[in-house]
């Protein structure tokens, strides 16, 4: 975003696209990042947005923050973006005048950076989503950097299947198979946006672990509890035992830690321990199984088996011929 809004004259701001799974933190760490430098740009510009026109002065906003419409369409994207700024449309308002409208937003309340959030929401087999990825990359020649998140974004085929390079430690998009349609654009997304995947907390070398330690120092300065002391979450054994409890996924040490808090006041301890934080189940705590494994519970492994065998044919009805008949 720095560098973006450094260029002048630039046809094209390059976007990022933050990829990562569930509970990794993907909005929390783009909306931290965007708070940081909403301040920066309102510090160096006094609050005030240069060139700002008559009406919108008070309306400054560097940072927008859209969530990307369930069942996405040019016309929807637009309405969302405008509904950030309470920007009144007509309900028959044609597409072009819409794009002009969030065109004429953008620029009069001075956006610098615009986060779509939820991204993975789009899928390249509908049409209505392959106009929706055309007009973000129309979007990319206002003045405004793009900031994508979504989950699994490599996957979903918004940038085509991507592959990990241990050397480059960078994600990268393998040749097209083919030119068929929507081939091309395809390949203008990926060379217009910087792919960030967002991993979890590791606790193998050193400086894992010292990063997931600092990770919990900030956290415990954070906890009002009575009792609470330094290194309640850092010291002996607890950074091991949070680390086995949530596998370093940062939205499950968030969840647990936050019932434990909550535990710790109305059990007027004040302190979270690990003997306080056994008694907080989560979904993680399940036995570990293997990833493609589906969940069956033990209770009804019997009746899926059950199921599966094959019953007996009813034969009360049967005829068996004559022959049967004489003999009765």
Request: aromatic share 4%; net charge negative; with cysteine.
């Amino acid at each position: 975003m720095s560098g973006d809004t450094r260029k002048k004259d630039d046809p094209t701001r390059a976007g990022v696209m933050i990829s990562g799974w569930g509970n990794y933190g993907k909005t929390a760490s783009v909306c931290s990042a965007g708070a940081v430098f909403e301040d920066q740009w309102l510090k160096l510009h006094d609050s005030l947005h240069p060139g700002a026109l008559p009406g919108t002065r008070d309306l400054h906003a560097p940072v927008v923050y859209v969530s990307t419409p369930v069942t996405a369409t040019p016309k929807s994207l637009c309405a969302s973006i405008l509904g950030f700024f309470r920007a009144p449309t007509r309900r028959a308002a044609t597409l072009p005048e819409l794009v002009r409208q969030v065109a004429d937003s953008l620029h009069d309340h001075g956006v610098k950076a615009l986060i779509l959030d939820d991204i993975s929401r789009l899928r390249m087999h509908r049409a209505d989503d392959q106009d929706v990825l055309d007009l973000l990359r129309a979007f990319m020649s206002l003045d405004v950097t793009l900031i994508l998140t979504g989950v699994n974004i490599q996957g979903v085929g918004l940038l085509r299947e991507a592959r990990w390079n241990k050397k480059t430690r960078q994600w990268e998009m393998p040749p097209l198979e083919s030119t068929r349609i929507h081939g091309l654009e395809i390949t203008q997304t990926e060379h217009r946006f910087d792919l960030i995947e967002l991993d979890r907390f590791r606790y193998v070398t050193p400086n894992q672990i010292a990063t997931f330690v600092g990770h919990l120092k900030g956290i415990e300065q954070h906890l009002r509890l009575m009792h609470a002391k330094p290194g309640m979450l850092t010291d002996g054994t607890m950074p091991e035992y949070l680390m086995r409890r949530t596998g370093g996924v940062i939205g499950l040490l968030g969840r647990l830690l936050e019932d434990g808090a909550q535990e710790a006041m109305e059990s007027e301890k004040e302190l979270i321990d690990e003997s306080l934080l056994d008694e907080i189940v989560l979904r993680r705590d399940a036995p570990e199984q293997a990833p493609d494994e589906p969940v069956i519970p033990a209770d009804s492994q019997t009746a899926v088996t059950r199921r599966r065998a094959k019953r007996p044919r009813n034969t009360t009805f049967d005829d068996h011929g004559p022959t049967a008949h004489a003999g009765a």
